[in-house]
């Protein structure tokens, strides 16, 4: 069983920076197209960032030019680079493969708060 540990979250000032991490067990992740997603309250879950085998990146519009996605394979371990916070950017984060017809139980997530 696949288990996704989320963590690197927490309270920020707009205009800061914060780096998530996702961890999965096992030594799999190199096979597959990995996601950042966020899910504030009230709203659904949405995905944010994704990231190619061969480490090709693609963004959501609302954090482009301001977030970074990237892996470790040898360390099974995808991170999350945000700069330039914002108020809005305030969510629960979640990492999970976005290869389709796979979906994996949900971690618990790692929370992040930008406020002043």
């Known amino acids: 069983q696949v288990q996704l540990v989320e963590s690197g979250g927490g309270l920020v000032q707009p205009g800061g920076s914060l780096t998530l991490s996702c961890a999965l067990s096992?030594?799999?992740?190199?096979?597959?197209?990995m996601g950042w997603y966020r899910q504030d309250p009230g709203k659904e879950r949405e995905l944010v960032a994704s990231i190619s085998p061969g480490g090709t990146p693609d963004y959501a519009e609302s954090v482009q030019g301001r977030f970074t996605i990237s892996r470790d394979n040898a360390e099974n371990t995808v991170y999350l680079q945000m700069n330039n916070l914002k108020p809005e950017d305030t969510a629960i984060y979640y990492c999970n493969s976005v290869v389709r017809g796979i979906l994996w139980d949900w971690g618990q997530g790692t929370q992040v708060t930008v406020s002043s």
């Open positions: 096992g030594r799999i992740l190199s096979i597959y197209a």
